[in-house]
């Protein structure tokens, strides 16, 4: 099964203001640009990458102003994802598609073993900024794991899953889009699996980074699809029964 011969309007739309001359050139030159899509399997696990509080900020705010409180905080641009990214996924789930979530450890262990500034210490919360946000809170039978590095493989059980499962692809929603989205990627790409990126399900804290990495990865590793044809792929495949 395949995805749209081209990416859809809405990426190339959003990733062309940052591309170059340059850039636009060796594109229309014969080169390395991606010429067609890689394609996807017949066999895909739902990877949704750290939706947790502390990468969008609590209540509901402007990224400058939700920042000020949440550091590590990507505003309004990444609720109005979580809102998309609900509906999506009740969808993979009716098509018996499983969902994967991760999210960081907490800040004492792995790559965030760091003391922060005093401006950006940890303050008293209602909510547990490492906690999946409630409005795509996982369902039974959704896989949960806890990593402690940007990308989803390192250290985690994951590749075990998706072999013991035989799954063949990866379909990536998440943030941040330049950071463990990008290196949850590429990590997945070089064990041999195809992935799409579900760009309008994908956000990071500067639109720059996003759109930049969103136009890398397609051009590399993976699919850049909407979370549309992502529905109608999965869907579409009747000989995918549950886990």
Same mark, same amino acid.
């Given at each position: 099964?395949?995805?749209?011969?081209?990416?859809?309007?809405?990426?190339?739309?959003?990733? *062309? %203001?940052? #591309?170059?001359?340059?850039? =636009? +050139? $060796?594109?229309?030159?014969?080169?390395? &640009?991606?010429? /067609? @899509?890689?394609?996807?399997?017949?066999?895909?696990?739902?990877?949704?990458?750290?939706?947790?509080?502390?990468?969008?900020?609590?209540?509901?705010?402007?990224?400058?102003?939700?920042?000020?409180?949440?550091?590590?905080?990507?505003?309004?641009?990444?609720?109005?994802?979580?809102?998309?990214?609900?509906?999506?996924?009740?969808?993979?789930?009716?098509?018996?598609?499983?969902?994967?979530?991760?999210?960081?450890?907490?800040?004492?262990?792995?790559?965030?073993?760091?003391?922060? *500034? %005093?401006? #950006?210490?940890?303050?008293? =919360? +209602? $909510?547990?900024?490492?906690?999946?946000? &409630?409005?795509? /809170? @996982?369902?039974?039978?959704?896989?949960?794991?806890?990593?402690?590095?940007?990308?989803?493989?390192?250290?985690?059980?994951?590749?075990?899953?998706?072999?013991?499962?035989?799954?063949?692809?990866?379909?990536?929603?998440?943030?941040?889009?330049?950071?463990?989205?990008?290196?949850?990627?590429?990590?997945?790409?070089?064990?041999?699996?195809?992935?799409?990126?579900?760009?309008?399900?994908?956000?990071?804290?500067?639109?720059?980074?996003?759109?930049?990495?969103?136009?890398?990865?397609?051009?590399?590793?993976?699919?850049?699809?909407? +979370?549309?044809?992502?529905?109608?792929?999965?869907?579409?495949?009747?000989?995918?029964?549950?886990?």
């Amino acid at each position: 099964m395949t995805v749209p011969k081209t990416a859809d309007a809405v990426f190339e739309d959003g990733w *062309a %203001p940052y #591309l170059t001359e340059r850039d =636009r +050139a $060796v594109l229309s030159a014969t080169s390395w &640009a991606k010429q /067609a @899509p890689f394609g996807l399997g017949s066999r895909p696990l739902v990877v949704a990458v750290d939706l947790y509080y502390a990468a969008l900020g609590l209540p509901r705010a402007g990224i400058v102003e939700s920042v000020a409180d949440w550091p590590s905080s990507c505003g309004d641009a990444g609720w109005e994802v979580v809102d998309r990214t609900a509906p999506f996924l009740r969808a993979a789930r009716d098509a018996g598609v499983r969902v994967a979530y991760f999210h960081a450890t907490p800040p004492e262990y792995g790559r965030w073993n760091r003391k922060p *500034a %005093p401006a #950006l210490a940890p303050k008293p =919360r +209602a $909510v547990d900024g490492n906690a999946i946000v &409630a409005e795509v /809170a @996982p369902a039974d039978g959704d896989i949960v794991l806890q990593k402690i590095g940007p990308s989803c493989f390192f250290e985690t059980p994951l590749d075990t899953i998706l072999r013991a499962g035989g799954y063949d692809t990866l379909l990536v929603v998440g943030e941040a889009t330049s950071g463990c989205v990008r290196s949850t990627v590429v990590d997945a790409c070089s064990r041999g699996y195809r992935v799409g990126v579900v760009g309008d399900l994908c956000f990071d804290r500067f639109e720059a980074s996003h759109w930049v990495s969103l136009f890398d990865l397609n051009q590399k590793y993976a699919d850049v699809i909407t +979370a549309r044809a992502a529905t109608e792929y999965f869907q579409a495949d009747t000989r995918r029964g549950a886990a």
